[in-house]
């Protein structure tokens, strides 16, 4: 059977690494990533010149050979780009447990670094040329009428929703107040130190209705990276191994072609990729939703986080919003969520600060710790395809 | 035509892209029109040079009706792109004549819009002989 999967449990996240999350780091990308992967290796008690792999995004600047020149790494026997974008962070960890699996390396740099807001920003439409479109990209039938930004297509999304199920703007701000809440706990959020309430919620300025400013993640300058390594070797290493339980890429059933707008021309606008993801990874992990003792959901908007409780199986579709308003979402919820704060509070590292922040729950390290967290969800499921992670202590 | 105004100027689709140039052609004789497979009939959509379902390269331009239904809308109320002043509503309409196939329309303003409400195509004409159909409640 495909995905009878030979790789639970045999490889590891052994180091973690992070920068300051800012807003204008007043350095370059390049030393941001240097800076996180030192982190990551030291975490890991490992030395530059242990690295013989790099996994990196396909929407970074830093190139493979940028990081060997400034780690000073003498080779590199495997490199490898995995995207798109948000896609990317979970499958980033999957590549590098293939690369070990198959011999290639032994030992898997993986890293994200960006400017995200002093440099290019996401939310700003990227539309500076004349004409658009065309060469496979079908973006002519989108952006010319005003549809320019991912927090567009996700609001159209979130309208949908609430159409079919009922679903509230105030059970967004549930998510988005989690979010705010497990930062105000954490010293390296972007938003330590800045409360929100469901009144501020309510009264902030619309985006794109139904989204409001608290409904979008944030904009930042940083840098995630990890050290990847089997798991028998990682015991021998500085910090207890993070296993990687089991990885999984999926696309939406039927999936449109073109680079992100024509996913609203998919059949099911409630659905995110995360289900068939969420279908694969729990049969490689041999695990289920029930398994799962906190979750850090790919939040570029509230609203796909609600999507991913449902689509991960953690209640019914449609489902999502009362699930979120029950309190079930809070530390002492059924499924604490983003206990770093995630895109909406911590910073916007495209998805990795969560997998730095799911290896943190499970070596019980995380500022906002779940007692007794042993497996964690770990998501990359935006739009249009995605990938997940889970993660397991080392018992 | 040459635009000897100061105002932004609107995003103009690439019309002559080797797979969708049809359809803005089309777009200029006043009609819509979504691809058709030769061989089996299925309305490929976004437009794709190969049916999978029948394995003809082969494909027409084939108007349809031109009305639909909303699926979903939202109203832009910060602005990010100087030609595109908010407030405006994108909304997401699935064709009457073939469900599942479906376009974005752009009105100005919040209008008041409710699910499932009646649309009609209309053409827009935009600089440079650029033709958008462009979708109005009925």
């Known amino acids: ?395 | 035509m040459t635009d000897t105004t100061d105002r932004p100027r609107r995003i103009l689709p690439v019309d002559d892209d080797h797979d969708t140039g049809g359809f803005w052609d089309a777009a200029k004789r006043g009609e819509l029109a979504v691809r058709r497979c030769d061989g089996c009939g299925a309305v490929l959509h976004v437009p794709v040079p190969y049916c999978h379902e029948c394995g003809s390269w082969e494909g027409s331009w084939t108007p349809v009706a031109g009305t639909g239904r909303v699926v979903s809308w939202t109203t832009a109320e910060h602005q990010v792109h100087p030609a595109y002043p908010v407030p405006y509503t994108i909304v997401l309409v699935e064709l009457d004549d073939h469900p599942g196939v479906r376009f974005v329309g752009h009105l100005a303003g919040a209008p008041q819009l409710t699910d499932g409400q009646p649309m009609r195509v209309w053409f827009e004409q935009l600089d440079d002989g650029v033709v958008l159909p462009q979708w109005a409640p009925v």
């Open chain 1, 1 to 395: 059977m495909p995905g009878a999967f030979h790789h639970r449990d045999v490889c590891a996240i052994a180091g973690i690494g992070a920068t300051e999350f800012s807003r204008d780091s007043g350095r370059s990308v390049l030393s941001l990533a240097t800076e996180a992967s030192l982190a990551a290796l030291a975490d890991a008690g490992l030395a530059p010149g242990d690295v013989d792999g790099i996994v990196r995004c396909d929407s970074d600047t830093v190139r493979h050979n940028d990081l060997v020149h400034t780690l000073g790494l003498s080779r590199l026997d495997y490199f490898g780009d995995v995207g798109p974008g948000g896609v990317a962070p979970s499958a980033m960890v999957g590549q590098a447990v293939a690369a070990i699996l198959s011999g290639e390396a032994t030992t898997v740099l993986v890293f994200r670094s960006l400017n995200g807001r002093s440099g290019r920003r996401f939310g700003l439409s990227p539309v500076t040329q004349r004409r658009i479109g065309g060469n496979g990209t079908y973006d002519e039938f989108f952006l010319p009428y005003g549809l320019l930004t991912p927090g567009q297509i996700f609001a159209l999304l979130a309208q949908r929703h609430m159409l079919d199920y009922g679903t509230s703007e105030k059970d967004l701000g549930h998510i988005a107040l989690a979010c705010r809440a497990r930062a105000n706990a954490n010293p390296l959020a972007q938003m330590h130190g800045s409360p929100l309430t469901m009144d501020d919620y309510l009264a902030a300025r619309m985006i794109s209705r139904p989204l409001r400013l608290y409904d979008f993640c944030l904009e930042t300058d940083g840098a995630c990276a990890l050290v990847v390594t089997t798991t028998e070797r990682a015991r021998d290493l500085a910090k207890p191994p993070a296993l990687i339980r089991a990885v999984a890429q999926g696309s939406l059933t039927d999936p449109q072609p073109g680079i992100q707008f024509p996913v609203v021309l998919h059949e099911t606008l409630t659905t995110l990729p995360a289900k068939p993801t969420a279908d694969t990874l729990y049969r490689r992990a041999g695990l289920g939703p029930d398994d799962i003792d906190v979750a850090q959901f790919y939040d570029c908007f509230t609203i796909t986080v609600l999507l991913q409780i449902e689509d991960y199986g953690f209640c019914a579709k449609g489902e999502g919003g009362s699930f979120v308003s029950s309190g079930e979402i809070g530390l002492d919820g059924r499924l604490p969520i983003n206990t770093g704060g995630g895109h909406l509070s911590e910073g916007y590292i495209h998805g990795m600060n969560h997998v730095v922040e799911g290896v943190r729950q499970v070596r019980g390290e995380s500022t906002n710790q779940v007692p007794g967290a042993e497996v964690c969800l770990v998501t990359s499921t935006p739009l249009p395809p995605g990938s997940a992670l889970i993660l397991r202590a080392d018992s």
